[in-house]
């Protein structure tokens, strides 16, 4: 089994940075690809981005793309999320996941679930 917990999230303005972290536990937890979903308020969990087990492939939803760097600290079993240029659209509960499900959607391949999630962290930006 593998534990996920996430910390970082909090209240900031428009146009700051902060940085999520997801702490892995659980033998076989660095042999996981893992990822960042969030799901706001009244709507569908999406995918922000992924990383695969060395870190070296990533993935990154759309919208994300230039603000949103995603890494991983295999050494402190530790994934990160750097949120740079936030909007308040970007508030949200966000969750970290390991062992990802991938699908075909529209042509593209992306994250749509996972066998295990932490509790989620946070995220609120305000104007």
């Known amino acids: 089994q593998v534990q996920l917990v996430e910390s970082g999230g909090r209240l900031v303005q428009a146009g700051d940075s902060l940085r999520l972290s997801c702490a892995a536990s659980?033998?076989?937890?660095?042999?996981?690809?893992m990822g960042w979903f969030r799901q706001a308020p009244g709507k569908e969990r999406e995918a922000i981005a992924a990383?695969?087990?060395?870190?070296?492939?990533?993935y990154y939803g759309d919208s994300k793309k230039g603000r949103f760097i995603i890494s991983r600290d295999n050494a402190k079993n530790t994934m990160y999320l750097q949120m740079n240029r936030v909007q308040p659209e970007d508030t949200a509960v966000y969750y970290c996941?390991?062992?990802?499900?991938?699908?075909?959607?529209?042509?593209?391949?992306?994250?749509?679930?996972?066998?295990?999630w932490g509790q989620g962290t946070q995220v609120t930006v305000s104007p």
């Open positions: 996941a390991a062992g990802l499900q991938w699908e075909q959607v529209a042509g593209i391949r992306l994250p749509t679930g996972a066998d295990h």
């Open positions: 659980g033998r076989t937890s660095g042999s996981y690809d």
């Open positions: 990383i695969s087990q060395s870190g070296i492939s990533s």
